[in-house]
């Protein structure tokens, strides 16, 4: 009989691999991991801002770190990240992510299929690397990158729909992985002061202030309910009366609402 193979001692400091690591919520993961002792793999496209992010978490929190150059949109790179990933890490943070700008009909099938493969096969192909070798090993944790908009159907149709398959997907393995200390963890922020909207084209000059929450709060916000134990974060408190409110509408009413919060016939 083949013997179970030993679990990998753990590393004198852990691993966390995000994705996204140059701008936004993924940047904010990076600074914020770095500081609370992990080293880091930091993945995106643009290798000078991952240079400088990989700089910036050596000099103020003496984190060892590795950029990894990689469009998320192009297969061999996605192979890429995953065998580094299957090389260990504690702490997976799929942040990358966008939207594309236009309506569905008008968008060439390019667009959309780049989107789909770093909203959506990127995370579910490197959270397959990471599970597999965390359930092999000491365990982890995943933090998936959804949005509010994965809650409430109307806010445009394939972005919120790969943002919904997240949530579907980060929930229900979840559950799968319960007791086996590998945890999966879906994110849902609100609008978040980010390069995203400017990227996505979205013109948000009607969003009022309060809305608004800096991607270190919404990444302090998931790490501390990581840390808790649970499995789904929904940062702020406006945020959290909203989706109550209309999750509680009848569907078509809901669906009003947020195709004139969302502004749904310019959003693909
Ligand atoms: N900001 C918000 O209000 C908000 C709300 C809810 C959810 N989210 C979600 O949060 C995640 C992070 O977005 P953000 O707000 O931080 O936006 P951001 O500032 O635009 O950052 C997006 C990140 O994704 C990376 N990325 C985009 N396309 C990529 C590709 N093809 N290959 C590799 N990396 C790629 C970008 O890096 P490079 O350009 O260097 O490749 C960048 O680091 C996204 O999944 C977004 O959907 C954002």
């Keep these: 009989m083949q013997a179970e193979p030993a679990p990998e001692a753990p590393r004198a400091r852990p691993r966390a691999l995000i994705t996204g690591a140059s701008s936004g919520l993924g940047a904010a993961f990076a600074d914020r991991l770095a500081r609370n002792g992990h080293d880091l793999v930091l993945v995106a496209r643009d290798a000078g801002r991952l240079a ?88 982890g944790t ?24 997240t949530r579907y997907f980060s929930q229900g393995l979840s559950a799968a992985l319960r007791g086996t200390g590998t945890q999966v963890m879906v994110l849902c922020p609100g609008f978040v002061r980010t390069e995203f909207h ?36 929904l940062p702020g408190l406006r945020n959290k009366v909203f989706i109550s409110v209309v999750s509680r509408l009848p569907r078509p009413l809901a669906q009003r609402v947020n195709r004139m919060l969302g502004n749904a016939g310019a959003r693909a």
């Design 142 to 165: 995943v933090v998936n990158l959804s949005s509010i908009t994965g809650l409430i159907p109307g806010r445009g149709s394939t972005y919120a729909a790969s943002k919904a398959w």
């Design 198 to 233: 400017a990227r996505a084209g979205i013109d948000v000059r009607q969003v009022s202030e309060g809305w608004w929450m800096d991607p270190d709060e919404v990444v302090d916000r998931c790490l501390s309910d990581v840390a808790r134990g649970r499995t789904f974060s």
């Design 52 to 139: 400088e992010a990989a700089r910036r978490a050596e000099e103020r929190h003496g984190a060892h770190c590795a950029v990894l150059v990689a469009d998320l949109a192009d297969a061999a790179d996605r192979r890429k990240v995953a065998e580094r990933i299957e090389e260990g890490v504690d702490i997976l943070v799929n942040g990358a992510g966008f939207g594309v700008s236009g309506s569905f009909w008008e968008l060439g099938r390019e667009a959309l299929e780049d989107q789909l493969a770093v909203n959506v096969t990127a995370p579910q192909e490197f959270t397959h690397a990471a599970v597999r070798t965390m359930l092999g090993g000491n365990g």
